[in-house]
C-alpha cells in the first residue's frame, strides 16, 4: 500500500521589486554613515584648527608681569574707606641653576611629579574640575605646574570658564614656545610661600633665614609643601598638618628616585624660624583682615587669587562699631596683669 506524499512546501521568490528595494536600502545606509563620520571629521577638524589658533594668539606673560599683579584692598562697610590690604610682599628672583636640585624635586613630587613627560595639561585635573564645577563647587582649575602657572598669569576677579579656557590655552602656549626648564624656574620664582613670599628664594629666607642655594632636603621639603596651602599649612597655625604633608614630599620623593630610602630615614623636620611680628597682620586690623582671609578661602578662592588678585572686597565690618566697642574695653578694662596685653 503506497503512503500518500505531502504536498511539497512553496518557497515564494522575491518579486523584482522588492529585491531591487533591498539592494537600494544597503547603500543608502552605507553613505548616510560615511556621511556622519565626515561631519564629525570635519568639525573636529575645525576644532583643532581654530583652538591651535586661539593658541598662536595667545601672548605669554613675562614673570615679572605676573609677580607684579595687584594687591587685593579690603573695605570697611561702606565701600569706600580702606580697612587694609592683603599681598603686599616681598619677591625675589632667582635662576634656576641657583636651585638645589633637591629642591626642584621635592616641588616636583609636591605639586606634578610628570611635570617633564606630559604635555602641559592635566587631563585627569581637567575631568575633577569640570565634575566639581557642575555639582556646583568653585571654578577649578588642573592642577600641573604648567597650569598653575597659567592661572597665576590670569589672575582678575573673573571666576568663569572664560577665565579657565584663558588659562588653558596659555598652558599650550608655554609648552610649545618656552622649555620645561624656563616653566619651572619662572614658577618657582612667582609662586606664593606664604609669610608674604613669592618665589623660593625670599621664602627660603623667610622659613630659614638663608639664601634658597643652602637649603638641605629637609628644608626644601618644608618649602615645597606649603604650597598646597600658604595658610593652611602655616607652622605657627597648623604643623601637625606640615609635617604630616612633609612626610608625604619625601615619600614620593623615594618613590621617584629622587633620594635614597637611607636619606629618607635620617631626615628630621627642621627648625623653621619664627615669623616676625611685621610680616603678620598685628592688632584689631590684623584680625579683621584675617577673618576676611578665612572667609575667602571657605567661598573657595585659593590663596594666591587672595594675595594677589586685584580683589576689592567690601567687608561688614562697621568702622564706628569698631571704634566705639575698642574705647569701651579700653574704658572698663583690667589694669593689672597687662603684659602684652594690646587694646585695638
Not at 564629525?40 to 607684579?68: C, H, I, K, R, W
Not at 639664601?211 to 629637609?218: C, F, K, R, Y
Not at 574695653?329 to 597687662?338: F, S
Request: hydrophobic share 40%; glycine share 10%.
Amino acid at each position: 500500500m503506497s503512503t500518500p506524499r505531502k504536498p511539497a512546501k512553496r518557497v515564494a521568490k522575491p518579486s523584482a521589486a522588492a529585491a531591487s528595494t533591498a539592494r537600494k536600502s544597503k547603500p543608502k545606509k552605507r553613505h548616510w554613515v560615511r556621511g556622519l563620520v565626515i561631519i564629525f571629521v570635519v568639525l573636529a577638524a575645525l576644532g583643532v584648527g581654530a583652538f591651535a589658533l586661539a593658541v598662536s594668539f595667545t601672548d605669554v606673560p613675562s614673570p615679572n608681569e605676573v609677580s607684579t599683579s595687584e594687591a587685593t584692598i579690603v573695605y570697611w562697610s561702606d565701600g569706600s574707606t580702606e580697612l587694609g590690604r592683603l599681598g603686599e610682599a616681598t619677591r625675589r628672583s632667582v635662576a634656576l641653576a641657583d636651585v638645589p636640585i633637591d629642591a626642584q624635586h621635592a616641588v616636583l613630587a609636591a605639586e606634578d611629579r610628570s611635570f617633564y613627560e606630559h604635555g602641559g595639561v592635566s587631563p585627569l585635573g581637567i575631568g575633577r574640575a569640570v565634575i566639581n564645577n557642575l555639582k556646583g563647587g568653585s571654578t577649578q582649575g588642573g592642577s600641573t605646574i604648567t597650569q598653575q602657572y597659567a592661572k597665576n598669569a590670569y589672575l582678575t576677579q573673573d571666576r568663569t570658564w572664560s577665565r579657565k579656557v584663558k588659562e588653558l590655552l596659555l598652558a599650550f602656549k608655554l609648552e610649545t614656545v618656552v622649555s620645561k626648564d624656563q616653566i619651572l624656574e619662572d614658577y618657582l620664582n612667582t609662586i606664593y610661600f606664604g609669610r608674604g613670599a613669592y618665589g623660593i628664594e625670599a621664602a627660603s629666607i623667610a622659613y630659614f633665614g638663608t639664601s634658597v642655594e643652602n637649603l638641605d632636603v629637609a628644608q626644601a621639603a618644608v618649602l615645597a609643601s606649603v604650597i598646597k596651602s600658604p595658610n593652611g599649612l602655616a607652622p605657627e597655625e597648623n604643623l601637625p598638618a606640615l609635617k604630616a604633608r612633609w612626610a608625604y614630599v619625601l615619600d614620593s620623593m623615594v618613590e621617584q628616585g629622587w633620594i635614597t630610602p637611607q636619606q629618607r630615614k635620617t631626615a628630621s623636620f627642621p627648625d623653621i624660624n619664627t615669623q616676625k611680628a611685621g610680616n603678620r597682620l598685628g592688632g584689631q586690623t590684623g584680625f579683621l583682615l584675617q577673618a576676611v582671609t578665612d572667609q575667602l578661602v571657605t567661598l573657595g578662592f585659593d590663596e594666591t587669587e587672595i594675595q594677589r588678585g586685584g580683589l576689592r572686597i567690601t567687608s561688614t565690618f562697621e568702622k564706628g562699631a569698631q571704634k566705639a566697642a575698642t574705647a569701651a574695653v579700653r574704658k572698663v578694662g583690667p589694669d593689672v596683669n597687662t603684659e602684652g596685653l594690646r587694646i585695638g
